[in-house]
T-cell receptor, first 112, second 112 residues
Framework: NAGVMQNPRHLVRRRGQEARLRCSPM?????VYWYRQLPEEGLKFMVYLQKENIIDESGMPKERFSAEFPKEGPSILRIQQVVRGDSAAYFCASSTTGIAQYFGPGTRLTVL | DQQVKQNSPSLSVQEGRISILNCDYTNSMFDYFLWYKKYPAEGPTFLIS?????DKNEDGRFTVFLNKSAKHLSLHIVPSQPGDSAVYFCAPDLSGNTPLVFGKGTRLSVIA
């Protein structure tokens, strides 16, 4: 039973480019969460999705960031026109209807 | 507006002794409290949780205590092992399937 998968593990982009981060939840999990961790900080919630629906995007910047979780395929976090401040580790978590969220290994985004 | 505070950024403990990690919170509506362990370059791993209706939950070497009146919880690890060396995050939850609110973490070092 594979865990939460994220790819790529490392992503380097130049300022102004687009970053696409992918997350495949655990089998049977229909809830997906994206978190961001800046250096020396805890994880900060960005967006919560169920299949084809955004449930809560209160933690996601209004501009340049978007997320989706289509009926088929992985969840995608998309960052347009990246800036240096977007450099961080982005973690995806999934859950069923329970309490615990299970995290993927993260994508480390570096913006040059 | 830190809802979750882990006031000790780091903790060193001798192997075999008890490790006590603390967490304070402000929101009395939190319903569940989760602890995660995180190794460098990996995603957080769910460790143990406690419901707000309980004051203690034990799982092997790990025990979590909850003091609702003080809005305080603690994670006890006994006996501590070198493999326990990691960053530990406290993450309360309002109810099932809501975003987790993470503290900044406590880095535990277990010295052999």
């Amino acid at each position: 039973n594979a865990g939460v998968m994220q790819n790529p593990r490392h992503l380097v982009r130049r300022r102004g480019q687009e970053a696409r981060l992918r997350c495949s939840p655990m089998k049977g999990h229909s809830h997906v969460y994206w978190y961001r961790q800046l250096p020396e900080e805890g994880l900060k919630f960005m967006v919560y999705l169920q299949k084809e629906n955004i449930i809560d995007e209160s933690g996601m910047p209004k501009e340049r960031f978007s997320a989706e979780f289509p009926k088929e395929g992985p969840s995608i976090l998309r960052i347009q026109q990246v800036v240096r401040g977007d450099s961080a580790a982005y973690f995806c978590a999934s859950s069923t209807t329970g309490i615990a969220q299970y995290f993927g290994p993260g994508t480390r985004l570096t913006v040059l | 507006d830190q809802q979750v505070k882990q006031n000790s950024p780091s903790l060193s403990v001798q192997e075999g002794r008890i490790s006590i990690l603390n967490c304070d919170y402000t929101n009395s509506m939190f319903d569940y409290f989760l602890w995660y362990k995180k190794y460098p370059a990996e995603g957080p791993t769910f460790l143990i949780s406690i419901s707000s209706i309980k004051d203690k939950n034990e799982d092997g070497r790990f025990t979590v205590f909850l003091n609702k009146s003080a809005k305080h919880l603690s994670l006890h690890i006994v006996p501590s092992q070198p493999g326990d060396s990691a960053v530990y995050f406290c993450a309360p939850d309002l109810s099932g399937n809501t975003p987790l609110v993470f503290g900044k973490g406590t880095r535990l070092s277990v010295i052999a």
